[in-house]
């Protein structure tokens, strides 16, 4: 009986060394929109982080020239911005409540580093007791995984992951109603868990899709994934992996997010937030973008 044993042992070893591990897809230097960048492509999808903007500024099909992203020409609306925002929260902890401090949006990387495929960028510090802010981007398959980690500080504070798109997006979400929350979603700025539909709502039961209308609106929903309709595709924008040690949970827990602008500034953004981190320890939460043609 010992020589089958020993054979089917090394069966299974040959079957294992025959399947090595993908390679992780790289991050090459590349020119966008005139500024240097860095590109990756996988499985059919390709991203494009710009150095300046310190941001992802491109998700779409390899090969072709469809942008999932909203990419602005130029940087002079600072609302305005285009790819994938993120800075630290909760907002009514800011000194000001607009903008966000320069370090997490309006600078360049003091850091750019990749490794293994992930690519790092460190921010500026703001010395002002937030954590040093970094963001991430991974292949995983055909889907990006979108980081943002800090460690340091002395403020509790939360990861506020945003996606500028066009406005043309329609946005398809569900509804969860409960007690307190009857519409199974609220209101923010300011919050409210009672309101009439609004009408950039379409409903049918609890499947809603969100459509700009040039009025401003911002919903939240309980932590679910967003899905996105743009030019005959949808861009999927789950929740990821998650560390730290939570010490809060702003927005009442209603930490996916939906805002819809005003005309003349033409966008939505679909966010996912994270809890709220207790300072001074490292902490993490990722989102993770899948495109599929409709």
């Known amino acids: 009986m010992l020589r089958p044993l020993i054979f089917l042992f090394l069966c ?36 494009v982080v710009s150095i300046p903007r310190a941001r992802l500024m491109h ?3 390899d090969g072709g020239e469809l ?42 990387p003091a850091v750019i580093a990749q490794e293994g495929g992930v690519l790092r960028l460190t921010m500026p510090a703001t010395d002002d007791g937030w954590p040093q802010l970094t963001r991430t981007y991974h292949w995983s398959g055909a ?6 980690e800090f460690s340091g ?7 506020v992951q945003i996606l500028q798109v066009p406005p043309s997006v329609h946005v398809a979400v569900e509804s969860r109603p409960e007690p307190a929350f009857s519409s199974g979603y609220v209101r923010l700025g300011p919050f409210a868990a009672r309101f009439d539909q609004p009408p950039q709502v379409t409903r049918t039961d609890n499947s809603l899709v969100l459509q700009h209308t040039g ?3 911002k919903l939240g ?32 827990g209603f930490h996916t997010q939906v805002y819809l602008s005003e005309a003349n500034e033409a966008f939505a953004e679909l966010e996912q937030l994270s809890p709220l981190f207790a300072p001074g320890q490292p902490a993490r939460f990722e989102i993770v973008l899948t495109g599929t043609a409709r």
């Not at 040959?14 to 500024?35: D, Q, V």
């Not at 743009?230 to 010490?247: E, K, M, P």
Request: aromatic residues 12%.
């Open 67 to 108: 942008n999932l992203l909203l990419a602005p020409a130029t940087r002079t609306n600072r609302n305005r911005l285009g790819g994938h925002r993120l800075w630290l929260g909760p907002q009514n902890s800011w000194a000001k409540n607009w903008p966000p401090p320069d370090a997490w949006e309006y600078r360049e």
């Open 221 to 252: 929903f309980r932590p679910q994934p967003l899905t996105g309709r743009i030019g005959g595709f949808d861009l999927l924008v789950s929740r990821g992996g998650q560390t730290g040690r939570t010490v809060g949970e702003p927005d009442e």
């Open 12 to 47: 299974g070893l040959s079957s294992t060394w025959a399947r090595p591990a993908e390679p992780a897809a790289s991050w090459t230097p590349f020119t966008w929109n005139g500024e240097p960048a860095w590109a990756s492509v996988s499985q059919g999808w390709r991203a």
């Open 215 to 217: 009025a401003v609106m």
């Open 153 to 159: 500080g002395t403020r509790p504070a939360q990861f």
């Open 59 to 61: 998700f779409g099909p």
């Open 143 to 148: 889907n990006l995984v979108c980081g943002a």
